[in-house]
């Protein structure tokens, strides 16, 4: 499931180059994952992980050209086959999704033991999924170096995975998995 | 009436005026004697719009002399918050990408900057969105082609904040760079917050996770309202 890490993530910019810093990425991290953990993320567009859990949505789609539902390609084609090309013609198109319902579960973390609060009132205490504010998302699959605003009011740079359900399987039962989870988001 | 012989001399007492007078003293000037030209008060502070004034002082203003001035108000358009770090995602589903911490009140007109862009990998684009506090206002905004290839392009998003309308007083738009195209949405799609802005959050998904988004360089500006 979720899994929460400090970060940022580790600079892939030589020291002193001019311009901006780049650092691995979401992409950069997942691809690590399988390929050095194998560690799978979640990457179905109905499994949402979020501040209250995670939630399994019911998705509807609908393919909108110019505002109006359009031709499928099979439709499409067999208009050009009638040699009407105008008939025929591929509007821009977009797919409209929209969530018409969604269950909200308990959802199993783990977070990284280098995310603490810094805040004076709670100097040095783990950051817990309470501390997240209302209508947080962590989504699924990767997310490097956003951040987030604690409820506390503290302000953290945070990057953090969703696995799915074997992979967390074995994320809890391997310590080693863990421990190369944390270090390609964090470093050694 | 003639000046005696020998002179007698007196401590001045000229007065500045607006007319010439004789005067009526029976003792001289010395001509290293000292006019009380000048005096220790200050000038006034000067305010917007003041009327011009002749003034009644009877003395003069030195050379070097300073009026108060008054305060210049703030700049129309005032940083309220942001951040620049390069956050990144390969969600599927809405996530919150980058947090920016203000505090802004109800009714401050603010405009939202964020540079965008994704990566090649998949014939697929992304989509945006902002959050208010715990308000989604919008989403799912593509912001991009489905063309697999990197992309880039900027948000540009602006809020009457706070105000609740048949068109929810807000607009997002976004820009592509290396196509021009804008894609805009209309008006939001939930009432924005009506207590103070603590927290606009930049959130967004990619359609498929073999791309990445990223979201950077991102600015809340508040404009004054008078």
């Not at chain 1, 004076?120 to 989504?139: K, N, S």
């Not at chain 2, 603010?110 to 540079?115: F, G, H, K, Q, T």
């Not at chain 2, 799912?140 to 992309?151: G, K, L, P, Q, V």
Request: proline residues 4%; neutral net charge; hydrophobic residues 45%.
């Amino acid at each position: 499931m979720l899994c929460i890490c400090q970060g940022p993530t580790l600079r892939t910019s030589p020291a002193g180059a001019p311009g901006k810093v780049h650092r691995l990425d979401a992409g950069m991290v997942q691809r690590a994952l399988a390929a050095t953990v194998g560690l799978a993320c979640e990457h179905s567009n109905t499994i949402q992980h979020r501040w209250n859990g995670r939630a399994v949505l019911t998705i509807q789609e609908r393919r909108i050209r110019k505002g109006a539902s359009g031709l499928v390609l099979s439709e499409a084609a067999a208009l050009r086959a009638a040699g009407d090309p105008l008939l025929a013609e591929m509007l821009p198109e977009q797919v409209e999704r929209t969530v018409v319902s969604e269950t909200v579960g308990p959802q199993e973390s783990w977070t990284s033991p280098s995310v603490v609060h810094l805040c004076t009132e709670r100097a040095g205490q783990p950051v817990a999924l309470a501390d997240f504010p209302d209508g947080f998302a962590f989504g699924n699959g990767v997310t490097c170096n956003s951040w987030v605003r604690l409820s506390c009011g503290e302000s953290k740079l945070l990057s953090w995975c969703v696995l799915t359900p074997a992979a967390w399987t074995r994320h809890r039962a391997d310590a080693g998995a863990r421990e190369a989870l944390r270090q390609i988001f964090e470093g050694v | 009436m003639k000046i005696t012989n020998p002179a007698i001399y007196g401590t001045p007492a000229l007065v500045l005026g607006t007319a010439n007078a004789e005067g009526s003293a029976t003792t001289a000037v010395r001509t290293d004697a000292t006019l009380a030209a000048f005096d220790a008060t200050a000038p006034v502070t000067q305010a917007s719009a003041d009327v011009a004034a002749v003034g009644v002082a009877a003395v003069a203003a030195r050379r070097d002399h300073r009026h108060g001035m008054p305060t210049i108000s703030a700049s129309a358009l005032t940083r309220a918050g942001g951040n620049t770090t390069e956050a990144s995602t390969t969600s599927t589903v809405r996530v919150s990408i980058s947090t920016s911490t203000v505090s802004i009140a109800v009714g401050t007109p603010i405009l939202v900057w964020a540079a965008l862009r994704k990566s090649a990998g998949a014939a697929t684009n992304a989509e945006v969105g902002v959050t208010m506090n715990a308000t989604e206002v919008d989403h799912s905004t593509s912001w991009c082609s489905s063309t697999d290839r990197a992309e880039s392009g900027v948000l540009l998003g602006r809020y009457f904040y706070g105000q609740a309308s048949y068109l929810r007083a807000g607009l997002l738009e976004t820009n592509e760079g290396t196509t021009p195209t804008t894609s805009t949405t209309g008006a939001l799609r939930a009432d924005m917050p009506a207590v103070t802005l603590t927290s606009l959050i930049i959130n967004g998904r990619v359609i498929n996770a073999l791309i990445t988004m990223f979201v950077d360089e991102v600015h809340v500006y508040a404009l004054a309202v008078a």
